[in-house]
């Protein structure tokens, strides 16, 4: 096994990594060409995204012997540290001077240029130039860095690592699924789609919790449930034992609502949130199907409600998407409207971001026209252009509105059923959501 195939996707990132190397293992290659091997490689990006596993790829694969220095305490020796790690490099060159955490060799999270472990690394750097010392370094946030630190001739090559997403997302699941006993029907694309955008340490992390769900169940295998649930715990943030912040009643209070067909207090009952939340999937299905992930009538860290969590298809142009995010943001409000003949509360957060998206597709996608796009450079007194724009902004959002509550009644039994499954389960996944939709007749609207 080669030493990058631990890194599973992230190809166009590996095939750098190898080239580097490359350059590494085989110097007179490139020496013959008149060029010398790159002194420094910075690999940044967010926690957990896979920048150690790959830095370790590296040094591995080039088979050079090396010297790590990583702040583990707070104690001023670490200078010290620093400039022996260099010095050690340097007698047993070529070798690698493996830097980790390199944001944290300071005590602050902000920029200090003049940090003393910023100017020892610099001057080690400086110092170990034509040694055959190539520094390898990872940081997850290159803000605190000094600009000097960072430059060509120092790290000559910086990579940001993001967090996997679509077929990368799909590919470290699979992996990881491998050795799990999971029942038929659970693959790593749904699962992908639930936690698209996740660091590969929350993938790994979130299928094992479901594991460790279903082992403390005595199951004989782990479902979609109990990654649904590893889901919602490691992920979302929601608080175990979150079913006892609504009534003991609910469900029955979901019938008796149900019954009377109105909301006596819109915060309190359990029918409310999950005709809100099934409003929300329901647009969203019908505006781009398959979108819909994820459903909870759960409360996410204190929150009021649910939330629903999407996936955007790559196949879905720009426009188009932006558009149905907003009628799906106006879902939640529309089906209440539609169910119980009044405009609910707890919409304010939904109308915050239909609010933004709409703005924004005024202003900079310019769906109302040219004229009333703000140009960057653009100096003085614009206040006119303001109101214009905020009452394009209005009248576009009146029309999304209209929009959603036309989706949501002429596809009222998909609602009704998103609604009864959510106040059941309290957690849908996009396999639940097919289902249901599979039992409906389902009526397309065209934006
Ligand atoms: N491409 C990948 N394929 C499979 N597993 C991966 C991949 N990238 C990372 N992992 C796994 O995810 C976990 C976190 O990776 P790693 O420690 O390299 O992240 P990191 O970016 O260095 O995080 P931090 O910033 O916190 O140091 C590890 O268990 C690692 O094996
Ligand atoms: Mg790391």
Known sequence: ?????????????????????????????????????????????????????????????????????RKDKPNGDFVKEIKATFDK????????????????????????????????????????????????????????????????????????????????????????????????????????????????????????????????????????????????????????????????????????????????????????????????AVVSEILCPESVTLVSAHNRGGGNGGFVRYYKDPGFAHLYWSKSRIISALGGAAAIEQKYGIFGTGCGYDLDIAFDRTRDLVVNDCVCGLHLHKNKSMCGDSQHLWSEQEQAVSAEIEKYYRKAKEIISLNMDFCEKVAAALAKQRLLSAVDIKRIKSECKITSVAL
């Open 1 to 69: 096994m080669n030493a990058f195939d631990k890194i599973i996707g992230y190809s166009a990132i590996k095939r750098e990594l190898r080239q580097i190397s490359d350059t590494l293992k085989n110097k007179d290659v490139y020496a013959r060409l008149g060029v010398s091997a790159p002194k420094g490689l910075l690999l940044y990006g967010e926690p957990g995204v896979g920048k150690s596993l790959m830095a370790s790829a590296v040094i591995e694969d080039s088979g050079r012997k090396v010297f790590t220095c």
């Open 89 to 280: 490099a340097a007698e047993n060159a070529p070798s690698i001077v493996y830097l980790d955490d390199m944001d944290k060799f300071t005590n602050g999270d902000e920029y200090h240029p003049d940090a003393e472990e910023y100017v020892t690394v610099q001057s080690c750097i400086d110092e170990v130039k034509g040694k055959q010392v190539f520094v390898l370094a990872t940081a997850n946030n290159i803000r605190c860095l000094p600009h000097s630190l960072q430059r060509a001739g120092r790290f000559d090559r910086k990579i940001e690592v993001f967090a996997p997403r679509g077929k990368d997302a799909e590919k470290i699941i699979a992996h990881y699924l491998k050795d799990k006993k999971f029942v038929d029907g659970v693959d790593a694309r749904t699962i992908a789609r639930i936690i698209d955008g996740r660091s590969c340490a929350e993938l790994e992390t979130v299928i094992n919790e479901a594991g460790l769900y279903a082992g403390f169940e005595r199951a004989e295998a782990i479902t979609m449930d109990h990654f649904m649930e590893a889901c919602l715990r490691t992920i979302y943030n929601v608080p175990a034992g979150t079913d006892d912040d609504y009534d003991d009643d609910c469900e029955e209070e979901y019938e008796i609502t149900q019954q009377k067909n109105l909301l006596e207090d819109s915060t309190k009952f359990l029918s409310q949130i999950v005709y809100h939340e099934a409003g929300h």
